[in-house]
């Protein structure tokens, strides 16, 4: 067992690890980030479309080429900033303020932080159907990495389940990889993600079935199809169905944060079903009720990477700034202004109401209550 | 292998792709690039079954590949239960369909 010490502790190197990491290391503190995968960049690596948003975060740009943006900036922080890759922090023990992380599958180090920053991400959300166990029924972001990351073909045709943006964005890029998409199936009356990424797809021929869910999968030891079916107004199977030739079911049926670390620091947290589920309570500078604890990202609520980007923005120069290192605060206006940017309109209206119901105006004001 | 071998926007050097290396799975000999995750070399190979449950004896293959759901455990140079999506592939690595639990061969304990 090794010990490492550290003044800011990021853990995961996404969109919002990393800019965490840079604005941090610019204020002047030695950082460290920790990434449980073989590289940086989150899943930005795995984006082939380009990004909405605004200028500022890179709009027009393509996901990828944005990951190697922050990757060059990180670069530029020299020695501020120490990476650990392939290495999961598997706890915090706050009597020690230490946090433990297995690098690889077997070795053991002590990281002492004077911060952290959370910047965890999300994962998959699984649906129950029967066999859904079989291999062959792979998560929407484990299809990404496969073909996006290390150029594998992930089978010869796949049947998506999910209409939101990440369905409807990793039907397209199957098929920028030559796989068949046989179809989108999606519970809901309406498509959930952008219509402009329903509309490339529509154009290539892949049907979009609203009010249809997969019923089961079918095969011995791996996915040989699936059957769908029809739902009624209150998602109750309308014994319309029909099997679809596939060999992989892709589920992308929305994301959960990953708060575990969070939790482990007894950071106040509340289920906001408007983020996705369980959520720290934050302040303007994104500090959770544990002093020594920022995060950023869809740990604190499943959003666009462009608002991660700024979240990990604020987390970071706000986190430097606790330490006295010579933070330049006024840039908090600016990225706050930003980020209402970004979440403004229609498209940002649930965001905006889930927030509300976490953020706190100071937690000097919640410790005097 | 099932690689892919054009892309519209992604260079082919864009993909991480190391050196190719030998390595075996259950016995058998395949190729695959050297630093990638075990689990999509072996995909790559049309390998898609990585281990049997310990009581049901469901087949098990790749899931999440971000190392959190346990889905791709295998045996890896006869250490078991290896989450072979987050662990890079190395040339001659014995790997190995998990069966059940797995069973770490234990180290004798020797006095100093």
């Known amino acids: 067992m090794t010990d490492i010490s550290t003044d800011i502790l990021v853990v995961g190197g996404g969109a919002a690890g990393l800019s965490a990491a840079s604005e941090a290391a610019s204020c002047g503190a030695r950082v460290l980030v920790v990434e449980s995968d073989l590289q940086l960049g989150g899943q930005l690596v795995k984006q082939t479309h380009k990004f909405f948003g605004s200028k500022d975060e890179y709009a027009g740009t393509r996901g990828y080429k944005i990951a190697g943006i922050l990757l060059d900036e990180i670069e530029e922080c020299g020695r501020g900033v120490e990476v650990l890759t392939n290495a999961t922090v598997t706890g915090y023990y706050a009597e020690d303020k230490t946090f433990t992380v297995m690098r690889g599958e077997d070795s053991y180090s002590r990281i002492k932080a004077r911060r952290a920053i959370i910047a965890t991400g999300a994962s998959e959300r699984l649906i129950p159907f029967p066999n859904n166990d079989l291999p062959g029924v792979y998560g929407a972001g484990a299809v990404q990495t496969l073909m996006n990351v290390y150029g594998v073909t992930p089978g010869r045709r796949v049947l998506m389940v999910g209409a939101g943006n990440i369905g409807l964005i990793v039907s397209y890029q199957l098929m920028q990889a030559g796989v068949e998409v046989a179809a989108v199936v999606e519970a809901m009356p309406r498509i959930g993600g952008y219509w402009v990424h329903a509309a490339k797809i529509r154009r290539l021929g892949v049907p979009i079935l609203l009010k249809h869910s997969i019923k089961e999968a079918l095969g011995g030891r791996v996915v040989e199809g699936a059957v769908i079916t029809e739902l009624d107004d209150k998602f109750n199977p309308t014994g319309q169905e029909r099997s679809v030739d596939c060999d992989v079911i892709c589920l992308a049926v929305g994301l959960s944060p990953t708060t575990e670390i969070l939790s482990h620091a007894g950071c106040k947290m509340r289920y906001v079903p408007e983020l996705c589920g369980s959520v720290a309570e934050r302040d303007r500078t994104m500090r959770t009720s544990n002093p020594d604890f920022w995060s950023a990202g869809d740990a604190m609520g499943i959003e666009e990477a462009s608002a991660a980007m700024v979240e990990g923005r604020i987390a970071g120069l706000c986190a430097a700034n606790s330490l006295g290192l010579p933070a330049k605060m006024e840039k908090l206006d600016e990225y706050w202004a930003r980020l209402d940017h970004l979440r403004a309109g229609e498209v940002g209206e649930k965001i905006r109401s889930g927030i509300v119901k976490v953020s706190r105006g100071g937690w000097e004001a919640c410790c005097n209550e | ?112």
């Open chain 2, 1 to 112: 292998m099932e690689l892919i071998a054009e892309h519209p926007v992604l260079d082919l050097s864009y993909f991480k792709r190391g050196e190719k290396v030998e390595f075996t799975f259950d016995g058998a000999s395949m190729e695959g690039f050297e630093g990638a995750p075990i689990a999509a070399a072996l995909h790559a190979n049309g390998v898609r079954v990585y281990r049997e449950t310990p009581n049901m004896r469901r087949p098990r293959g790749f899931f999440c590949a971000i190392g959190k759901c346990s889905s791709c455990f295998m045996v890896v140079d006869g250490v078991p239960n290896v989450r072979t999506c987050v662990t890079p592939l190395e040339a001659g690595m014995k790997v190995e369909t998990q069966h059940g639990r797995g069973h770490a061969r234990i180290a004798p304990i020797l006095p100093e």
